[in-house]
């Protein structure tokens, strides 16, 4: 949550799952072509479910970016944010 809060990520829609841990991801990138790899440490977290999306979490939303993962979350979060504008 502080480091999103650092970059202007507002902290709404952050699921607190006690003694749970998050999946974490380093991207590489190489300098002279911009091609990357993405290592990937899986965390103990649950996939969030599409109904504990809240949909006042959408307002004001500019850009959303999913990744396929958790599809059926993601495919709600797209809903919500289509709803609020």
């Not at 650092?6 to 006690?18: A, K, M, T």
């Not at 103990?44 to 949909?55: H, K, M, N």
């Amino acid at each position: 949550r502080a480091s999103l809060g650092e970059h202007g990520v507002p902290p709404q829609g952050v699921l607190n799952r006690s003694g749970a841990v998050s999946a974490q991801a380093t991207i590489l990138v190489r300098q002279g072509d911009g091609a990357r790899h993405i290592l990937v440490q899986p965390g103990t977290v649950r996939a969030p479910e599409p109904e504990e999306l809240q949909a006042e979490w959408f307002d004001g939303v500019r850009l959303l970016h999913v990744n396929g993962r958790h599809e059926a979350a993601a495919r709600r979060a797209v809903e919500l944010t289509r709803a609020a504008g």
